[in-house]
């Protein structure tokens, strides 16, 4: 039997644990996993010796912002940069964007703008606003992933968030079709006005506003499948494993810079760190990792939420909440995990399987007989300074400048085909792909 390409390492990330293996690829997908040094035919023999070869990421949460916002962050820039961090597979977030995707018409407008840019593949998520419950279905039917929501206000006028009574009916519709609801859960009655420095902002939202919107959202889910995004309070953690225990379908995600930063190392004026909900403290951090390794939190993805430079000016007061680490995620999270004594193959199951598990894609993120052949060769023990200047999204702004990491993404193929800076992604709906 011959195969297009044969991927060999001593460190292949299988969802059996790391081991040395021989993966063999067919007409884009997994076709074997042998012992490494297994002979077979074909048209091309890639040996990587010690350096691991992981599947290629699902990141779930990705602003890319077009069409409408394209100068914050667009199609081309962000694949190109979740390629170089390793990420394979996209779902793009449905605000930012001019329309937002919250009808199929929108959605049509931003799969277009999408078509012929990407360098990975991209997937949509919808998004429930008051006064669109009448549009969740046919976006269901259409192919997206879910439904975005907000319990307190977005940031952006065209998006608004759901009252306690809208949150009720769009539940009610997505529980009747077995949609999935993903959620930032901050209680706008909790949050505060914001001075100018880092303490003031943080203060604005303290750990109280997850709380109450968490407990809020469990209180309704009624039967109804919910994601809440981007755990950033510790506190909430038994609040959702108390649901979970009780039958709530209920997951939930962080992000690496609520697992590799702290408030006590973020200076005034640094708002490239700011970000809805905030970074918390390192012993907040702590009980995140906790969390992660107890299995309260399911998947770790970027919140990439870019803007232009000059959104990011003035005091944490004013300035646009988002952090942009889409290429930088892998390595950022294998740095701390590995200091924490957490293995290759835990930093694969937060980043790679469980997302492609809450969107349902079962040919995404494992090393495994019929998987789409996304593959990633990482070098986990070189070192590298992080220049803002050599990242691949649209504007050179992240809170990781400078920092010293341990990680380095040297080979991605998607489908088989090495990633080459071409557009070969394709656009995925819920069933598979376009």
């Given at each position: 039997m011959t195969y297009d390409l044969v991927v060999r390492s001593e460190r292949v990330v299988t969802p059996d644990g790391e081991r040395?293996?021989?993966?063999?690829?067919?007409?884009?997908?997994?076709?074997?996993?042998?012992?490494?040094?297994?002979?077979?035919?074909?048209?091309?023999?890639?040996?990587?010796?010690?350096?691991?070869?992981?599947?290629?990421?699902?990141?779930?949460?990705?602003?890319?912002?077009?069409?409408?916002?394209?100068?914050?962050?667009?199609?081309?820039?962000?694949?190109?940069?979740?390629?170089?961090?390793?990420?394979?597979?996209?779902?793009?977030?449905?605000?930012?964007?001019?329309?937002?995707?919250?009808?199929?018409?929108?959605?049509?407008?931003?799969?277009?703008?999408?078509?012929?840019?990407?360098?990975?593949?991209?997937?949509?998520?919808?998004?429930?606003?008051?006064?669109?419950?009448?549009?969740?279905?046919?976006?269901?039917?259409?192919?997206?992933?879910?439904f975005k929501s907000f319990l307190s206000p977005s940031g952006v006028d065209e998006f608004p968030h759901l009252s306690w009574s809208e949150l009720d009916k769009a539940l009610a519709e997505i529980k009747a079709f077995d949609g999935l609801l993903i959620v930032h859960a901050e209680d706008p009655a909790e949050l505060g006005e914001s001075g100018p420095s880092y303490e003031d902002f943080l203060a604005s939202r303290p750990d109280r506003a997850e709380e109450r919107a968490i407990d809020g959202l469990l209180s309704r889910a009624d039967g109804a499948r919910v994601h809440i995004l981007h755990v950033s309070s510790a506190t909430a953690l038994g609040r959702i494993a108390a649901a979970r225990a009780a039958g709530v379908r209920v997951s939930a995600e962080t992000c690496p810079h609520y697992l590799t930063l702290a408030a006590e190392e973020i200076p005034d004026g640094a708002t490239e760190f700011k970000c809805c909900p905030p970074i918390r403290g390192s012993v907040n951090r702590d009980r995140l990792w906790q969390g992660l390794a107890d299995g309260i939190l399911d998947c770790v993805v970027s919140d990439h939420s870019p803007s232009t430079p000059d959104l990011k000016r003035g005091g944490f007061g004013e300035a646009w909440g988002g952090v942009s680490s889409l290429q930088l995620g892998l390595p950022a999270m294998w740095t701390a995990a590995r200091a924490r004594g957490h293995r290759l193959t835990d930093v694969v199951r937060w980043m790679a399987a469980a997302p492609a598990n809450l969107t349902g894609l079962a040919h995404k993120g494992r090393i495994a007989v019929g998987a789409d052949a996304d593959l990633v060769v990482f070098d986990p023990d070189a070192e590298f300074t992080v220049d803002p200047g050599g990242l691949r999204q649209r504007h050179p702004v992240t809170p990781y400048a400078g920092a010293r990491l341990r990680g380095v993404v040297e080979r991605v193929w998607l489908r088989g085909r090495e990633i080459d800076g071409e557009p070969s992604g394709e656009l995925l709906t819920r069933e598979r792909e376009s």
């Open positions: 040395p293996a021989a993966v063999c690829v067919r007409n884009g997908r997994i076709a074997a996993v042998f012992g490494r040094d297994v002979r077979v035919e074909t048209s091309r023999d890639e040996d990587f010796g010690d350096l691991a070869v992981l599947p290629g990421l699902v990141d779930s949460h990705v602003h890319v912002n077009e069409p409408g916002r394209t100068e914050w962050e667009g199609f081309a820039t962000a694949t190109a940069a979740a390629a170089a961090g390793g990420v394979t597979t996209i779902i793009d977030m449905p605000l930012n964007s001019l329309p937002p995707t919250v009808t199929v018409g929108a959605l049509t407008e931003k799969r277009q703008a999408a078509r012929g840019q990407c360098v990975v593949d991209v997937g949509f998520w919808g998004g429930a606003i008051p006064g669109n419950v009448a549009d969740l279905k046919p976006l269901h039917d259409a192919g997206v992933f879910g």
